[in-house]
């Protein structure tokens, strides 16, 4: 479909990502994690990315529909950081539509995407984030547009899709033909080679923080936008269960001294209400909803610490945003967090997933706190730089070897 092309000099590639993980208009912080590796890949010069994030279909827009709703309110196209965005709609069965969540992902978009690839003038490369379905579905359209195409895993793809047989079988049959895999924590890789999948074959481009956006604030002014007058630690994510936050709430139960904020929305709300009115804690726990992403480094800076008790975690950017505010963590060992967190001035890793083991982390560190200038210093390390410049050694092999 493309000429071939001589990757040298100035020449850049034309690549198109694919993924349902990308924020929009109406998601502003769904998936902004991907969103920020492809801003800095463009930010090299050495790519021109389209960006295809589809969306779920669905016909009424009434806030009464909740996320449902949302989906409703996705524009068909924006552009976001001088990028173009295109949301085409594809059909998701809920609940029992996993085994098939691909094949629909792939006939809802393809016709789209055909004649967006005729339009640009074809794509060197596709690039999709996360295996399932949006990696499946983008082997199929990698075939129809003649194009190589690369996966990355994320997580939960990995640790808890890939253990169900059809998408596990699937997710295999698309790595066995994807010119690249890469993953976001070693964890995630050496899952991958425990399914069968060569480790050479495996690339870990680690997601890290934007140290501009991210960075210390004036913790006076941040604590008194938030009226906190004693110490407070922070949960921030999904109010679903798998993050955990019924345990943080649990485990403050021994620090009547704390208060809990807690950034996020989703169908766990009200349990966590009412949990936290069992416990007799409602006082002390706030939740804050879900907060633009230019309003958390005031967040993460009036806090003392931020609490992750995620029973899985590809690789959380929650634990270097808070770091790179100064502020350091603690948080369950599960998968990539090991790899964030790794010495003291970034915080503690929990190695039991309950409310005591917690509680007794969190005490060790509110006892003895780094400085939050040292927690900084340690969050500097991780920087976009070699993600990306792993990333073009990457893609641009891949299409010197097909041209």
């Known amino acids: 479909m493309n000429d071939p092309v001589d990757f040298g000099g100035d020449v850049m590639l034309k690549i198109l990502t694919f993924t349902t993980l990308y924020p929009n208009e109406a998601q502003p912080n769904h998936g902004v994690f991907v969103e920020n590796r492809i801003r800095h890949l463009v930010e090299s010069g050495q790519a021109r990315v389209t960006v295809v994030a589809p969306v779920p279909y669905f016909p009424f827009s009434s806030r009464h529909f909740g996320r449902y709703g949302v989906f409703a309110r996705v524009p068909a196209q924006e552009e976001r950081y001088g990028l173009r965005l295109y949301h085409p709609r594809y059909l998701v069965i809920p609940k029992f539509g996993m085994t098939v969540a691909a094949s629909l992902l792939y006939q809802g978009v393809k016709s789209f995407v055909v004649q967006l690839a005729e339009k640009e003038g074809g794509f060197d490369l596709l690039d999709a984030h996360y295996f399932y379905p949006d990696g499946v579905a983008a082997s199929r359209l990698a075939r129809d547009l003649e194009a190589p195409y690369v996966m990355t895993a994320r997580g939960s793809d990995v640790s808890e899709i890939a253990q169900f047989p059809i998408p596990r079988r699937q997710i295999l049959q698309a790595a066995e033909h994807a010119s690249g895999l890469i993953t976001v924590a070693a964890a995630l890789k050496k899952e991958l080679v425990a399914m069968g999948i060569r480790k050479e074959r495996i690339g870990v481009f680690r997601n890290v923080v934007d140290l501009k956006i991210f960075s210390p604030q004036d913790r006076v002014l941040a604590r008194a936008k938030l009226d906190l007058t004693g110490r407070a630690i922070l949960s921030v994510g999904h109010l679903i269960p798998r993050k955990g936050h019924d345990l943080i709430i649990q485990a403050i139960s021994d620090h009547p001294e704390l208060t809990l904020l807690i950034v996020g929305s989703g169908p766990e709300r009200q349990n966590l ?14 939740f804050l909803g879900q907060c633009p992403h230019e309003m958390l480094p005031d967040i993460y800076s009036a806090a003392d610490a931020l609490v992750l008790a995620s029973s899985r975690e590809g ?59 040292a927690t900084r210093l340690y969050a500097e390390k991780f920087s976009w730089r070699e993600t990306t410049t792993h990333q073009l050694e990457l893609f641009s092999r891949i299409v010197k070897q097909r041209a």
């Open 273 to 286: 209400e009412r949990l936290a009115e069992d416990l007799g804690v409602e006082r002390r726990v706030r």
């Open 315 to 373: 690789w959380a950017n929650v634990l270097l945003e808070a770091m790179a505010c100064g502020t350091p963590v603690v948080a369950t060992d599960v998968w990539g967090t090991g790899e964030v967190v790794r010495s003291p001035e970034a915080g503690l890793l929990v190695k039991e997933r309950n409310p005591a083991a917690l509680s007794s982390a969190i005490t060790r560190l509110l006892e003895c706190l780094p400085e939050r200038s």
